[in-house]
């Protein structure tokens, strides 16, 4: 694997994680930048970063730099990663990678009139437990899929200034934990949906707190989502066939599985990967993509995923 001279783009809890990772991949960070003086240069020393950018117009111009990675609050992630494609970087976003699906099909666009990879963050596109699942379902595991089932709860303090409440800061339990959802359905399910059913609850602040989404494509394969900021929920997923089904707990960086043959009622276990090294399936896929030029197999699936968003939101839209 090509070394990759990495920037990074703020300095939160998340880039934290991956710093260490890119530590481990790379045993080395090229440069960092973030808004606050104090954090960039703490960030640096902990992770013995050498080059410390007081903006990123500077990282982005520095021309040993081959890709950023992006870790700042997401309704700041299209504009970031616009400036780092035009400066001619390859780019790894958190999710969400963009609020919509339009600002991400210009991005593309112009990623490749570039010749420059995109990829989102996206734990469930790279850990290999869910690769392994995909071809096993493939292969006929679970016979003729049918239905998916995907649980995410999550309980936030009420804090009307944080991000996860803020509609200015495209707060909301669809685009913080919704993306880990619809990404597990629409990694399974064999065509996009084009039937998108959903109800939401909403913050006193706009911002959607509870929602159940039903989505239904072509061949008849029906998804059920259900999202709270309010009410934990198991992180579950069930992926059920005419032949038996597969249920993942704690998805987003899972290493294990079960799967029940529905003929016997036999139950046994899959597992592939691990969770602690989910960060670092990401650095790498990124790595391969880079060098292969693969801009659609990196960020296909996310596109995907983006539309459905837009689609579940524009429903809520409409019902008010």
Same mark, same amino acid.
């Given at each position: 694997?090509?070394?990759?001279?990495?920037? *990074?783009?703020?300095? /939160? %809890? *998340?880039?934290?994680? +991956?710093?260490?990772?890119?530590?481990? %991949?790379? /045993?080395?960070?090229?440069? %960092?930048?973030?808004?606050?003086e104090e954090s960039r240069v703490a960030f640096a020393k902990a992770y013995n970063i050498k080059n410390v950018f007081s903006t990123?117009?500077?990282?982005?111009? =520095?021309? +040993? *730099? =081959?890709?950023?990675?992006i870790a700042t609050p997401h309704h700041l992630h299209a504009s970031l990663i616009e400036l780092a494609l035009l400066a001619g970087k390859h780019v790894l976003c958190e999710k969400a990678i963009t609020v919509t699906s339009k600002e991400l099909e210009g991005l593309i666009a112009l990623a490749r009139s570039r010749s420059l990879i995109l990829m989102e963050a996206m734990t469930i596109f790279h850990m290999p437990l869910f690769q392994t699942l995909k071809q096993q379902v493939s292969e006929g595991l679970i016979g003729q899929l049918k239905i998916i089932q995907v649980n995410f709860g999550s309980h936030k303090d009420y804090d009307p200034s944080n991000r996860f409440f803020n509609p200015q800061l495209a707060g909301g339990a669809l685009l913080d934990i919704g993306g880990y959802a619809v990404s597990v359905a629409r990694l399974f399910l064999s065509e996009q949906p084009e039937v998108v059913m959903s109800t939401v609850d909403y913050f006193e602040t706009g911002v959607d707190e509870t929602s159940a989404t039903i989505l239904k494509n072509a061949v008849g394969q029906i998804t059920a989502l259900t999202l709270s900021m309010r009410a934990k929920q198991p992180k579950r997923a069930l992926i059920a066939g005419d032949k038996g089904y597969l249920e993942i707990y704690d998805y987003p960086r899972g290493e294990v599985a079960t799967f029940t043959e529905t003929a016997s009622g036999k139950v046994r276990e899959i597992r592939a990967g691990e969770t602690s090294q989910a960060l670092r399936y990401e650095l790498l896929d990124f790595a391969h993509f880079v060098e292969t030029g693969d801009l659609d197999a990196a960020i296909g699936l996310s596109l995907d995923v983006s539309r459905l968003l837009d689609q579940i939101r524009n429903q809520w839209d409409k019902s008010k």
């Amino acid at each position: 694997m090509e070394q990759l001279n990495l920037g *990074i783009i703020g300095t /939160g %809890v *998340i880039a934290k994680s +991956m710093a260490e990772k890119l530590n481990e %991949v790379y /045993g080395t960070i090229y440069g %960092v930048t973030s808004v606050r003086e104090e954090s960039r240069v703490a960030f640096a020393k902990a992770y013995n970063i050498k080059n410390v950018f007081s903006t990123t117009e500077a990282l982005l111009a =520095d021309p +040993m *730099i =081959d890709a950023v990675y992006i870790a700042t609050p997401h309704h700041l992630h299209a504009s970031l990663i616009e400036l780092a494609l035009l400066a001619g970087k390859h780019v790894l976003c958190e999710k969400a990678i963009t609020v919509t699906s339009k600002e991400l099909e210009g991005l593309i666009a112009l990623a490749r009139s570039r010749s420059l990879i995109l990829m989102e963050a996206m734990t469930i596109f790279h850990m290999p437990l869910f690769q392994t699942l995909k071809q096993q379902v493939s292969e006929g595991l679970i016979g003729q899929l049918k239905i998916i089932q995907v649980n995410f709860g999550s309980h936030k303090d009420y804090d009307p200034s944080n991000r996860f409440f803020n509609p200015q800061l495209a707060g909301g339990a669809l685009l913080d934990i919704g993306g880990y959802a619809v990404s597990v359905a629409r990694l399974f399910l064999s065509e996009q949906p084009e039937v998108v059913m959903s109800t939401v609850d909403y913050f006193e602040t706009g911002v959607d707190e509870t929602s159940a989404t039903i989505l239904k494509n072509a061949v008849g394969q029906i998804t059920a989502l259900t999202l709270s900021m309010r009410a934990k929920q198991p992180k579950r997923a069930l992926i059920a066939g005419d032949k038996g089904y597969l249920e993942i707990y704690d998805y987003p960086r899972g290493e294990v599985a079960t799967f029940t043959e529905t003929a016997s009622g036999k139950v046994r276990e899959i597992r592939a990967g691990e969770t602690s090294q989910a960060l670092r399936y990401e650095l790498l896929d990124f790595a391969h993509f880079v060098e292969t030029g693969d801009l659609d197999a990196a960020i296909g699936l996310s596109l995907d995923v983006s539309r459905l968003l837009d689609q579940i939101r524009n429903q809520w839209d409409k019902s008010k």
